[in-house]
Every structure is written in C-alpha cells, then in structure tokens.
Nanobody, 124 residues
Framework: VQLVESGGGLVQAGDSLRLSCAAT????????MGWFRQTPENEREFVAH????????HYADSVKGRFTISRDNAQNTVYLQMNSLKPEDTAVYYC??????????????????WGQGTQVTVSS
C-alpha cells in the first residue's frame, strides 16, 4: 500500500487542522493505521492509532482529547483531526499502516508502510 499525506500548514495556537492520508494499492479497512510525528531533535513519536476493525482507537497522552483519528472507507483515506493546537505540536506528521493489529501499535518499527510526511507548524 502507498500512503500520501496532505493538509499540513502553518496555523496559530488554538487553531485546528485536518490531516489526510490517502491510500492506494490496498484497502485501508484491512490495515491498522497510525499517525506519528517527528521533529529534528526527537525520534518519531506515536500520536494516534486506529485498529483495522475501525472500532478501537489509541492516542498519545499529549494529544488525547484534542486529536481524533478516523477513516473513510469509500475514500480509502485516514484522517487526523487536530484541535486546540499548541506550539509543541509542531512537527512533520507521518501516516503509517500495518497488517492486522499488534499490541505495540505505538512503536514506529511495527509499521512497514509509511507516507512522505506533511509539515505542521503552530505559532504561539
């Protein structure tokens, strides 16, 4: 499966953004999907996960209550709705896919498929 992210940009603190991850070459409903983010100073960090069944989500504590992961099977696209953005949310955001489900869904090493990333910058 190939993944392409879009929707990043420059926003102010408190604003919202919705990132999209369009998949081709595979059906997203058969993959568990994750969003990760990375800054130049840090390793790739887990943000959110949606199990292949579509019924279970997981979030990093730092984004819980502000970010929502979802998918549109008809569009074969996964979304990350980001509300109440903070300057510390500034990063390159990556979409990733894994077959089925693994308990270590928050580990970037478990995902064999990745998009190219989209930059999100939040100014204070």
């Amino acid at each position: 499966v190939q993944l392409v992210e879009s929707g990043g940009g420059l926003v102010q603190a408190g604003d919202s953004l919705r990132l999209s991850c369009a998949a081709t070459g595979g059906t997203i409903s058969t993959y568990s999907m994750g969003w990760f983010r990375q800054t130049p100073e840090n390793e790739r960090e887990f943000v959110a996960h949606l199990r292949w069944s579509g019924t279970t989500t997981h979030y990093a504590d730092s984004v819980k209550g502000r970010f929502t992961i979802s998918r549109d099977n008809a569009q074969n696209t996964v979304y990350l709705q980001m509300n109440s953005l903070k300057p510390e949310d500034t990063a390159v955001y990556y979409c990733a896919a894994m077959f089925g489900f693994r308990p270590s869904y928050d580990s970037h090493g478990e995902y064999p498929f990745w998009g190219q990333g989209t930059q999100v910058t939040v100014s204070s």
